[in-house]
């Protein structure tokens, strides 16, 4: 088992930044990649980011590129998700996953732990 806990949502107008953050405990060390996936209003959950635990590797959706950057504390298990220049299309649930096996990452069937949630509201 892994448990997952975001943090750092909130609202903000168009152009802020938030820094979310999702701090992982129980089995890490199997973890083969963490992501950020969100929920928009009425709408499916979709992938943002994800960083490859052990290569180190990172992806992004076209959508965040060049605005959002994922990041690791690997000591303490702690994924990051820097966002800037929000809009408000960024609004959403963001949800933090966690995948043990080999699996496509960009894929949300390949992630078999979720955090509970955090709420991102950019206002414009």
């Known amino acids: 088992q892994v448990q997952l806990v975001e943090s750092g949502g909130g609202l903000v107008q168009a152009g802020a930044s938030l820094r979310l953050s999702c701090a992982a405990s129980?089995?890490?060390?199997?973890?083969?990649?963490m992501g950020w996936f969100r929920q928009p209003p009425g709408k499916e959950r979709e992938f943002v980011a994800c960083?490859?635990?052990?290569?180190?590797?990172?992806f992004y959706a076209d959508s965040v590129k060049g605005r959002f950057t994922i990041s690791r504390e690997r000591a303490n298990n702690t994924l990051f998700l820097q966002m800037n220049s929000l809009k408000p299309d960024d609004t959403g649930v963001y949800y933090c996953?966690?995948?043990?096996?080999?699996?496509?990452?960009?894929?949300?069937?390949?992630?078999?732990?979720w955090g509970q949630g955090t709420q991102v509201t950019v206002s414009s």
């Open positions: 129980g089995r890490t060390a199997s973890l083969y990649v």
């Open positions: 960083f490859t635990w052990r290569g180190g590797s990172t």
């Open positions: 996953a966690a995948g043990l096996v080999f699996k496509p990452p960009l894929k949300r069937e390949s992630y078999d732990y």
